[in-house]
């Protein structure tokens, strides 16, 4: 498994932006898809983004489409996850996940994924 610790979150208004951002260490994330989830209080863990080692091709749930990009430093070891505009709904606990090396994940199933981080809070108020 790989280690990945996220930082980068934190209290912002709404319609402000964040950086998160996802660094490795144990293993190289070049040939692992990397994803971001995110989790509110008393609701379930949700997909946010991903991105494809092999392609760099990227997806994203629909309610953050046009305002988060992911995306990856393999020399880095680093993902990072650009959050524009941020909205209140946005408010969560935010994970990084990345998929076993050369293994084909399904991007928006959290159990696809072998390795997470402990998740970083971002807070968006009104």
């Known amino acids: 498994q790989v280690q990945l610790v996220e930082s980068g979150g934190g209290l912002v208004q709404a319609g402000g932006s964040l950086r998160l951002s996802c660094a490795a260490s144990?293993?190289?994330?070049?040939?692992?898809?990397m994803a971001w989830f995110r989790q509110a209080p008393g609701k379930e863990r949700e997909f946010v983004a991903a991105?494809?080692?092999?392609?760099?091709?990227?997806y994203y749930t629909n309610s953050v489409k046009g305002r988060f990009t992911i995306s990856r430093d393999n020399a880095a070891r680093t993902v990072y996850l650009q959050m524009n505009s941020l909205k209140p709904e946005d408010t969560a606990v935010y994970y990084c996940?990345?998929?076993?090396?050369?293994?084909?994940?399904?991007?928006?199933?959290?159990?696809?994924?072998?390795?997470w981080g402990q998740g970083t809070q971002v807070t968006v108020s009104s």
């Open positions: 144990g293993r190289t994330l070049s040939r692992s898809d």
């Open positions: 996940a990345a998929g076993a090396p050369y293994s084909r994940v399904s991007y928006y199933h959290s159990s696809s994924y072998d390795s």
């Open positions: 991105i494809s080692w092999s392609s760099g091709s990227t």
